[in-house]
């Protein structure tokens, strides 16, 4: 967090030496013989050797981590209330109502200057090339890549905005991700690559209806609602592309109240809100993939889709450990396609395209052997979703 003034540092720092106090007078703790040790045995002959840990001792050590915990949060509150932020988190919005942004995305709502548009450039000359290759394997490849909050919601923030450069305190004096996005699926259209404009779509469905929300205030993926308009549009170009009939499911709506990731950087206390409070939690309503709950699975697909995405794929099935997520979206509204879930997170963005360009066959492989079909003459897609805000990882 930054803003730091002297009251909260003073405060801070009683609040952290009343706590190593608060340790020290536990004198049947502050031993180093009450910390868990590990003790490795020789069972047999030759050596195999087994570890064991003192669980009674382990449990106390893991009871002081609790409270080191709630310390932490306690400040991290007290912090918040006096008016610290993150630095890469900016707030808009009313007092009752904030917007949370990631900085992550500034670059893409920036206007472009030459540079810029030669790394987006050199960027989708890099993605091409990576879906060529998919092509050669007998892939149609669909790019999807996710619009930042920032741009969808601009309405909801403040103009101009300093916070790209918080040393030149250069404004950003309106959103150009429109430009940005068109831009880069431009250069990819003009390599062959076949796209789905989600901004166009978002910015329509915010104009169209502006009081809903496509992004959370508190999160920096897209809601539940922003995910069905991303299923919607990407399912009308899979259709399009391997002339599939297109479903429009009833299914029926499930309801997850989650506290957004941009809110848990803060690490407050739960009891101790503030400023947070109105945005703590947020609750979805996601379509859910359950067989009995609307949700048609086919009996014998002929065609196989592969959703090769982010955390954006896979962020509400992680979450609740149900198939509400992207994929499961795409799969209700194709007729007669399997669509396999395949994302990955915490690895980069483009980590997760490498390795369906691993595992292709396998999936081609597994997927006609169940369904005794011949592999090559299968109609089979890869979508591959990934943050725009991300796209010059693919460059470095």
């Known amino acids: 967090m930054i803003t730091h003034n002297f009251p909260t540092v003073v405060f801070y720092a009683c609040t952290a030496l009343a ?20 003790v490795f045995k020789k069972m047999h002959d030759p050596p195999n050797w087994k570890i064991e840990i003192d669980k009674t001792k382990l449990r106390s050590s893991i009871n002081r981590l609790s409270s080191v915990k709630l310390t932490r949060m306690l400040g991290n509150s007290i912090r918040l209330s006096l008016g610290q932020r993150i630095p890469w988190i900016s707030w808009y919005g009313s007092k009752n109502n904030p917007m949370l942004y990631t900085n992550r995305e500034l670059w893409v709502s920036e206007k472009p200057n030459d540079n810029t548009l030669e790394k987006i450039a050199l960027s989708a000359s890099r993605i091409s090339d990576l879906a ?21 919601h601009r309405e909801l923030a403040k103009w101009p905005n300093f916070a790209s450069d918080p040393l030149t305190k250069i404004p950003i004096t309106n959103d150009h991700s429109d430009y940005v996005y068109s831009y880069f699926l431009d250069r990819l259209k003009s390599n062959g690559i076949e796209t789905v404009d989600l901004q166009t779509a978002f910015r329509r469905f915010v104009i169209e209806n502006p009081d809903e929300l496509l992004y959370p205030p508190g999160e920096s993926h897209w809601s539940g609602r922003g995910m069905r308009v ?21 299914s029926r709506l499930t309801q997850h109240a989650h506290i957004g990731d941009l809110v848990k950087a803060y690490d407050i206390n739960p009891l101790l809100k503030f400023s947070l409070k109105p945005i703590y939690t947020f609750t979805e309503h996601l379509e859910d993939g359950e067989v009995g709950k609307g949700y048609r699975y086919p009996n014998q697909p002929s065609s196989l889709v592969v959703v090769s995405g982010t955390s954006y794929t896979g962020q ?40 369906f360009l691993e595992n292709q066959e396998k999936y081609i492989s597994e997927f006609a052997t169940k369904y005794n079909l011949s592999a090559q003459h299968i109609p089979k897609l890869v979508v591959w979703e990934f943050p725009i805000r991300d796209l010059f990882d693919v460059i470095k």
């Open 132 to 152: 060529l290759k998919a092509n050669a394997a007998g892939w149609k490849v669909l790019i999807a890549p996710v619009p930042t909050k920032l741009g969808i």
């Open 19 to 38: 706590f190593i106090f608060f340790n020290i007078c536990l004198k049947e703790n502050s031993t180093a013989d009450s910390y868990p040790k590990l």
């Open 230 to 250: 991303a299923a919607d549009a990407t399912s009308d170009e899979i259709c399009r592309i391997l002339n599939l009939k297109r479903n429009y499911p009833n």
């Open 316 to 355: 509400y099935t992680w979450l609740i450990g149900k198939p509400v997520g992207f994929s499961w979206l795409i799969g209700s509204r194709l007729d007669n396609a399997q669509v396999q879930n395949r994302p990955f997170a915490g690895k980069g963005s483009f980590y997760t395209f490498s390795n």
